[in-house]
Nanobody, 120 residues
Framework: QVKLVESGGGLVQPGGSLRLSCAAS????????MGWYRQAPGKERELVAT???????NYADSVQGRFTISRDNAKNTVYLQMNVLNPEVTAVYYC??????????????WGQGTQVTVSS
């Protein structure tokens, strides 16, 4: 079993900041990519940012320069620092990992999601 647990979501005022965290645990042999996706009401889930073990990043154009993704590979944890937040980023944020399990299967794994709401 693999589990991804997010934390750090909540309500913040426009212009504020939040830091999301996600820890992966369970029968994990290796993790290639970790990252974040989000889904706003009435919209499809979309990429926010990903980060490979080798350090390659991929950001959505809408968050470039305001969001920063980072990882602690030793802890199987990924972070998303979100600055200068505006109401348009309000969504459920999902942690993602592409990982190798103990039974040698590469799989996509998802967290349960954490709500981020930007409102005055």
């Amino acid at each position: 079993q693999v589990k991804l647990v997010e934390s750090g979501g909540g309500l913040v005022q426009p212009g504020g900041s939040l830091r999301l965290s996600c820890a992966a645990s369970g029968s994990i042999s290796n993790i290639n990519t970790m990252g974040w996706y989000r889904q706003a009401p009435g919209k499809e889930r979309e990429l926010v940012a990903t980060l490979t073990t080798g350090g390659s990043t991929n950001y959505a154009d809408s968050v470039q320069g305001r969001f920063t993704i980072s990882r602690d590979n030793a802890k199987n944890t990924v972070y998303l620092q979100m600055n200068v937040l505006n109401p348009e980023v309000t969504a459920v944020y999902y942690c993602y990992a592409y990982l190798l399990t103990f039974d040698r299967v590469w799989r996509n794994s998802w967290g349960q999601g954490t709500q981020v709401t930007v409102s005055s």
